[in-house]
């Protein structure tokens, strides 16, 4: 098993985990796996390791990483090196490529369970959606490689990543509140805004759940919370959308006061 949704490692059946020690071969690993359904130019790996300043040799440094990578997976996977330099690890004219027929990958099992839940939603399943969606972010065990160095091409890898999570996270909420699971979700969307002080959909969705359950007095404090966030820290009022949830939010609960009087 390959995981990068989390810590780097690969195990099998004869290693606990075959990944690299040294720093420049994770980082050149984690590369690789970003990108296993394309061969990583060499101009990237020089980026990622070496940033403005390679040294002369940068390439053969490479190849040297290349190959240690190769030796330790022919040893650890218990494979002969030709098989991994022919059909794991292959160079390419461009660069390299990690191929993953047969190793079960985290990244790969996500991205394939979000594209499923994707279809259902379009498809209007939602019970579907939401089953596939909640196993993809179970795929999640914390943040993306706290092990490996990250260069400006592996921190644009995860920023994508967490933004596909983050996209795939919202579509899965919203078809739990189309099925009215308004109380089931409010626990959760409460840590999420806790989390992440300036997301607004977190926070709009709390209001909502929140609205609907009766709780209008909470659902108007989770504005005023998300408000004082974005003004102290980006200079922003909340967008219209939800500035229009909180309006909607205080005329029910001034239609409320009135038919109690």
Known sequence: ??????????????????????????????????????????????????????????????????????????RDLGMP???????ILVTRSEGYQFQLEGHPFDLHEFLRL??????????????KAIEVLRKAEGLWTG????????????????ARLEQRRTVAQELRIESELRLGRHRELVSE?????LRHPC???????????????????QAL????????????????EPSVRIQNLQQEILESRVASCVSLS
């Not at 090196?81 to 059909?87: K, L, P, Q, T, W």
């Not at 979000?114 to 019970?127: F, S």
């Open 1 to 74: 098993m390959i995981t990068i949704l989390g810590n780097l490692s690969m195990t099998g059946r004869q290693c606990d985990d075959a990944a690299p020690s040294a720093p420049k071969e994770r980082k050149v690993l984690a590369l690789l796996l970003f990108n296993y359904a394309r061969a990583v130019p060499v101009h990237l790996f020089v980026d990622e390791l070496w940033a403005s300043d390679p040294p002369k040799r940068a390439r053969t440094a490479l190849q040297t990483y290349v190959l240690n990578l190769r030796t330790r997976l022919a």
């Open 81 to 87: 090196a030709s098989r991994v330099r022919d059909e």
């Open 114 to 127: 979000v594209d499923i839940g994707d279809k259902a939603i379009v498809n209007g399943d939602d019970v």
């Open 143 to 158: 943040p993306i490689l706290p092990d490996v160095e990250h260069g400006l091409p592996l921190q644009s890898e995860i």
């Open 189 to 193: 969307l409460s840590m999420l805004a």
């Open 199 to 217: 997301h607004e959909r977190y926070h709009e969705y709390l209001m909502f759940c929140l609205n609907r359950l009766g709780h209008r007095v």
């Open 221 to 236: 404090e989770v504005f005023r919370s998300l408000r004082h966030s974005l003004v102290d820290e980006l200079g922003l």
